[in-house]
């Protein structure tokens, strides 16, 4: 299992004037949904942010987001290990697979992977 990127997760009531300010930085806007948006850097686009007013797909929101090569791998790591799993392992209408689990200082961690697509 590896890591692909890291991202923390910043609750906003303020979508717009956060992709305009940190546009000024140099990111760019590269998802919004309405209630959770991501910037970028286009010269390195694993640098991000994520905004969100709240998830509106599950119980909490989170506070950073992990993207890792084998979501389901992870879930079962956790999962064997006794970790709170907070929000159940699920595939989301924009492409990615995820669940949510609590750190042990009770952080909520958004853990994502993008399916591999097969011919």
Same mark, same amino acid.
């Given at each position: 299992m590896s890591v692909r990127?890291?991202?923390p997760d910043l609750r906003s009531t303020a979508l717009e004037e956060n992709r305009d300010f940190y546009g000024l930085l140099g990111l760019e806007e590269v998802m919004n949904q309405?209630?959770?948006m991501t910037?970028?850097?286009p010269a390195n686009p694993t640098a991000q942010l994520t905004f969100l007013t709240a998830d509106r797909t599950a119980p909490v929101t989170? *506070?950073?987001s992990i993207e890792v090569d084998d979501v389901d791998?992870?879930?079962a790591a956790l999962q064997a290990a006794g970790a709170a799993i907070v929000r159940p392992l699920a595939d989301e209408e924009w492409g990615v697979r995820r669940f949510f689990v609590r750190d042990p *200082?009770?952080?909520i961690?958004?853990?994502l992977g993008h399916p591999v697509s097969r011919p």
């Open positions: 990127r890291v991202v309405g209630w959770v910037l970028a850097s989170p *506070d950073l791998a992870v879930h *200082d009770g952080r961690v958004n853990v």
